[in-house]
């Protein structure tokens, strides 16, 4: 574990005050100029960290997949340049499906307000919300039918499918599985999602530690 260094004495205090909140018309204006992409949550704009190799190698993969069974349909598959709207929250998710009419938000046409399937790639920086307060937020667009939350190393895709009777869970784990995404009539194998995406080897004991 790295040890922080101590502060110098003529460095100025870390500033610990919360920011100014952001109007959404600000929080537009900054976004369009910024270098990285920012999510709009509780009045801030959070810069979103650089994505790793694997993490953009398995959102591709997963663009890839979708995009060759929805091209005859009223459907189409957008990444992550592509901002929702999820109860007065600015997002943008690794990759979606929005189905039949792509209705935008009012406020700035690049928005989209209705996916059909949403799907995020887990970091460790991202993980919390992407399970917590994300999840939470789209729940309540009433258009959203699937989410799935894909870990990076290690072969697992946990999904949510909503149907009359709320949110049902399914979780497939190993190369050899199928995610069926019933919603928009489509299949992703797990082995096309982390297709060239290398996993750590498992460690093998020594014999001292076996002793």
């Known amino acids: 574990?790295?040890?922080?260094?101590?502060?110098?004495?003529?460095?100025?205090?870390?500033?610990?005050?919360?920011?100014?909140?952001?109007?959404?018309?600000?929080?537009?204006?900054?976004d369009s100029m910024a270098l990285r992409r920012g999510e709009y949550i509780e009045g801030?704009?959070?810069?979103?960290?650089?994505a790793s190799r694997r993490h953009v190698t398995i959102s591709k993969n997963i663009v890839y997949g979708l995009e060759s069974?929805?091209?005859?349909?009223?459907?189409?598959?957008?990444?992550?340049?592509?901002?929702v709207r999820a109860n007065g929250?600015?997002?943008?998710?690794?990759?979606?499906?929005?189905?039949?009419?792509?209705?935008v938000d009012a406020l700035n046409p690049d928005?989209?307000?209705n996916p059909t399937v949403l799907i995020e790639v887990l970091s460790d920086s991202t993980e919390v919300v992407d399970r917590g307060s994300k999840f939470r937020d789209y729940r309540r667009?009433?258009?959203?039918?699937?989410?799935?939350m894909v870990t990076q190393d290690y072969p697992r895709v946990e999904q949510y499918e909503r149907d009359t009777g709320g949110w049902r869970f399914v979780e497939t784990e190993g190369l050899s599985g199928v995610v069926?995404?019933?919603?928009?009539?489509?299949?992703?194998?797990m082995a096309r999602i982390y297709r060239?995406?290398?996993?750590?080897?498992?460690?093998?004991?020594?014999?001292?530690?076996?002793?």
């Open 1 to 30: 574990m790295s040890t922080a260094l101590p502060e110098s004495p003529t460095r100025p205090p870390a500033d610990t005050s919360p920011h100014p909140r952001l109007t959404i018309a600000e929080y537009f204006a900054l």
């Open 44 to 50: 801030q704009r959070i810069e979103m960290a650089g």
């Open 111 to 113: 928005t989209l307000t």
């Open 196 to 211: 060239r995406v290398p996993f750590s080897a498992p460690e093998i004991p020594t014999d001292s530690a076996m002793s």
């Open 89 to 103: 929250h600015y997002y943008y998710p690794d990759v979606g499906v929005v189905c039949g009419e792509y209705l």
């Open 69 to 83: 069974q929805v091209e005859d349909r009223d459907c189409d598959v957008f990444a992550t340049d592509t901002r």
């Open 141 to 148: 667009l009433p258009s959203l039918r699937t989410y799935l």
């Open 180 to 189: 069926e995404l019933s919603a928009i009539d489509c299949r992703l194998e």
